[in-house]
């Protein structure tokens, strides 16, 4: 593993814990807001134990969709898919079962209807973007 992905993953961890509490209490953290901010918590496909992340959404259609930063590579997308899709979602105040079904649409048609600070985030770190949408069960 290269430097520069080790000091990105060791910023990563505490920024993501810090931005879960803030969306657990209810409080904006760029580029989160309460309309755009979810946690995902899915079973680790190799350890087994519970992983959770936080990340941008678009609500839409009464279903969420969320652009992957790595596509289907990354992995929570991996963790669920393992588990036939199946996560738990933080929402809005309240965590909820839910589905994950990998889209087939242009990633860029979603960016452009989530915020601009989000939507420049996702650009910025992307390797391979992909829709993905979260439904709840």
């Known amino acids: 593993m290269d430097v520069g992905r080790r000091i990105l993953l060791a910023i990563r961890s505490p920024a993501n814990t810090v931005t879960m509490w803030a969306i657990r209490l209810g409080l904006p953290r760029p580029p989160y807001t ?3 901010a979810l946690i995902l918590e899915t079973i ?5 134990k519970p992983r ?7 609500e839409t259609g009464g ?26 979602a933080y929402f ?10 990998l889209l087939d649409g242009d990633a860029e048609d979603y960016l452009q209807q ?16 992909r829709p993905v949408e979260i439904a709840w069960e």
Do not use: F, I, Q, Y
């Open 92 to 101: 809005r105040g309240k965590w909820r079962r839910a589905r994950l079904r």
């Open 44 to 48: 680790g496909r190799r350890s087994g």
């Open 34 to 36: 309460r309309r755009n």
């Open 114 to 129: 989530m915020s601009k600070l989000h939507a420049a985030l996702v650009r910025r770190h992307s390797t391979a973007m």
């Open 52 to 58: 959770r992340v936080p990340v941008g959404c678009l």
């Open 63 to 88: 279903k969420l969709v969320v652009v992957a930063e790595n596509g289907e590579h990354s992995d929570w997308v991996l963790n669920a898919l393992k588990n036939d899709g199946r996560l738990r």
